[in-house]
């Protein structure tokens, strides 16, 4: 976002007459600058393209964006955490208007910090947030608000027991990663045996390319595959110039796949930063549908990440039909495949707390 959007969120903030938490500021440019500075992993999630390119997205869809990330400090005032945040307003089927309180494309994301930061100001931070987020929930008329958090390691996180500490309804998905560290035919080993086959048949079929920079005419031959598979246009322009952008920056390549005659038959866009990749969409050739041309996108696409030196990419949800997200058939199937390609499994928690 630029200055002026951070403007408006103070804006909405003194308007709603909340304190922000102690030593905690709406994020600046240079305040994010700065965070990664100190900060050796870097998700996607929390990455200022990224989160442009979705408030864009639902900007598309009616929806109007007040972005409230906040920046944490400590007391020499340097950024020590970030934790993205939204205000999303809407207006429902029947007309009556909606707020919740978000980050962007799902729940309240988890503040990460600085390497090195001590486990109480973590602690701190974490119920600072889960409070400061329920309140200006309340402020915006919301009747709950939806968290969630990523679990990175073993131990549970200073996020994870501030939001167990509240009434909220709690629940897991499964996330599907690749870890990148390991040696590529451990990565392979891991590939499901018969996408394994696949792959090595499309390789010999279809020319497989990474491109890192394409251009605007590469990129919006994506676009109109896009438009071409699912039959109409599912987004606004804005959200597709927000991906140009982000490329343009280096958060993100695409890889295509282009048939004898030179035409795209299939084009994955993966969002990046130094140090992590995730799929963000892709687009194949209907008539192409038995064929393994996402399959062999996807490993290129694992095999690009490895080398140039990112540590993890995020395939998305294992979801399951049974779950509070309540996955369409199609959305169940698509996870069943992306399961095919991830050798790590990583709790992601939900907690939805009514206000």
């Keep these: 976002m630029e200055n ?12 709603v007459s909340l304190a922000l938490p102690k030593l905690a500021s709406i994020a600046s440019i240079d305040d994010e600058a700065a965070f990664w500075g100190r900060r050796a992993a870097r998700p996607v999630w929390y990455r200022r393209t990224m989160r442009d390119y979705q408030a864009r997205y639902l900007e598309g869809a009616g929806q109007s964006i007040v972005d409230c990330t906040l920046a944490y400090r400590d007391g020499d005032n340097r950024v020590v955490a970030l934790a ?4 999303v307003r809407s207006t429902d089927d029947e007309g009556q208007a909606r707020a919740r309180v978000c980050s962007l494309e799902e729940g309240v994301r988890a503040p990460i910090y600085v390497d090195g930061i001590g486990s109480k100001r973590r602690d701190d931070i974490a119920a600072d947030h889960v409070e400061f987020c329920s309140a ?34 709690a ?8 870890d990148l560290s390991l040696d590529e035919s451990v990565i392979w080993g891991a590939v499901r045996r018969r996408y394994r086959s696949q792959i090595n048949q ?11 920079r394409p251009s605007r005419e590469e990129f919006d031959e994506f676009r109109l595959l896009h438009r071409e598979v699912a039959g109409r ?3 606004g322009l804005s959200s597709w110039d927000a991906q140009w952008a982000a490329i343009q920056e280096g958060d993100g390549f695409l890889v295509c796949l282009r048939n004898d005659e030179r035409r795209l038959v299939g084009c994955a866009l993966v969002a990046t930063t130094e140090t992590d990749g995730l799929y963000a969409v892709g687009a194949y050739d209907r008539a192409l549908y038995d064929t393994p041309v996402s399959h062999v996108a996807q490993w290129a696409a694992i095999r690009h990440l490895k080398a140039t030196g990112r540590q993890r990419y995020f395939i998305g949800l294992r979801l399951y039909p049974h779950t509070p997200l309540t996955p369409s058939e199609k959305e169940v199937s698509i996870a069943y495949f992306k399961e095919g390609f991830a050798n790590r499994f990583v709790a992601h928690h939900y907690f939805d707390l009514s206000l």
Excluded at 204 to 210: A, E, G, K, L, P
């Design 136 to 169: 200006l929930a309340r402020s915006v008329g919301s009747h709950g608000v939806r968290f969630v958090e990523v679990q990175e390691g073993a131990e549970l996180s200073a996020f994870y027991r501030a939001l167990r500490a509240t009434p909220a309804r």
């Design 202 to 212: 499309a390789q010999r079929t279809w020319d497989v390319r990474v491109v890192e």
């Design 233 to 235: 246009v599912t987004r």
């Design 171 to 178: 629940w897991t998905e499964v996330g599907l990663y690749t």
């Design 84 to 87: 993205p945040l939204t205000v």
């Design 4 to 15: 002026d959007d951070h403007q408006s969120a103070a804006a909405q903030l003194a308007a």
